[in-house]
């Protein structure tokens, strides 16, 4: 790992993301606001009004850790208590196992809860698209046996295995290999325009209220 080549970021992907992201934060934020307001208003009924509205989670990306955020659409006692004991929380099994509001259940499905992370776009930390960022204890993991593709490039909002919904018959680990490589091959134009059509085909999944 110490020797890992890590391929620049295209100043045309850079310049792309960052233009993208202020659109879409411009674009949505009436629905910030709605959602915001809701998640309020659901912890104040079940008296927690002071429960915070944002999540924050370290991932990795591009080999380093950095602070990912979304909408906190999660039950806050489960979260308080998986702290307390100091148990490592993995997000995808607090949503898989009920824990989420109401709210949280709605933008889950539709793939908002996500939104925040235009702000890890916008300062760095990922860009649009790439492999979606790593927890600690499963990029640890994913190291032992390989290379996981969020050492190599920046991970994104989305990708190729979310913007396919598994449709490929490919695995998420498969088809994040394969962005590493169009990473790699292509020009910075080339790149943009690979990374657009995966924007394009997630606003699919998510019209479809798929989830992802």
Known sequence: MNDLHIPPIPLLKRLFDVFVSLLLFIFTFPLWVF???????????????????????????????????????????????????NVFIHTKNLENNGNLIFVGKILRQIYLDELPQLFNVIIGDMSLVGPRPLNEEVYNKDSSVRIPAQAIVPAGITGLFQSYKGKEGKTSVELDAEYVRQFKSRSGLSLVIYDFIIILRTIKVILRAKGV
Do not use: C
């Open 35 to 85: 959602f915001l307001i809701a998640i309020f208003l659901e912890h104040a009924l079940k008296g927690r009004p002071f429960d915070q509205l944002f999540y924050r989670e370290t991932r990795i990306s591009r080999g380093k850790k950095f602070s990912l955020y979304k909408f906190n659409i999660f039950n806050q006692r489960v979260i308080d208590a998986l702290r307390k004991d």
